[in-house]
Nanobody, 114 residues
Framework: QVQLVESGGGLVQPGGSLRLSCAAS????????MGWYRQAPGKQRELVAR???????NYADSVKGRFTISRDNAKNTVYLQMNSLKPEDTAVYYC????????WGQGTQVTVSS
């Protein structure tokens, strides 16, 4: 079965950086669009960034220029490099596989606070 395991979350000060990783198994990773989503308390889950199997990327306006999504098909892993973090980036970050976000990881908490 498909498994997605996120890691790399934590507490960081405003202006800091974190890199999230999502390791996938049970799927032909290179054929899947992969995405990062986030959900802040009291808010709906939203798309943060997505990368197609061909490497095309798209980002939420709120993170453009600060976040970078990438993938390593040899390692079955997708990454989210987050720079210049803001308190409003605080959320649980989820990895999802498939153009329709068919499979989800368990999430990793990112807290941006001084």
């Amino acid at each position: 079965q498909v498994q997605l395991v996120e890691s790399g979350g934590g507490l960081v000060q405003p202006g800091g950086s974190l890199r999230l990783s999502c390791a996938a198994s049970g799927m032909i990773f290179r054929l899947y669009t992969m995405g990062w989503y986030r959900q802040a308390p009291g808010k709906q889950r939203e798309l943060v960034a997505r990368i197609s199997f061909g490497g095309t990327t798209n980002y939420a306006d709120s993170v453009k220029g600060r976040f970078t999504i990438s993938r390593d098909n040899a390692k079955n892993t997708v990454y989210l490099q987050m720079n210049s973090l803001k308190p409003e980036d605080t959320a649980v970050y989820y990895c999802a596989a498939g153009a329709g976000a068919d499979y989800w990881g368990q999430g990793t908490q990112v807290t941006v606070s001084s």
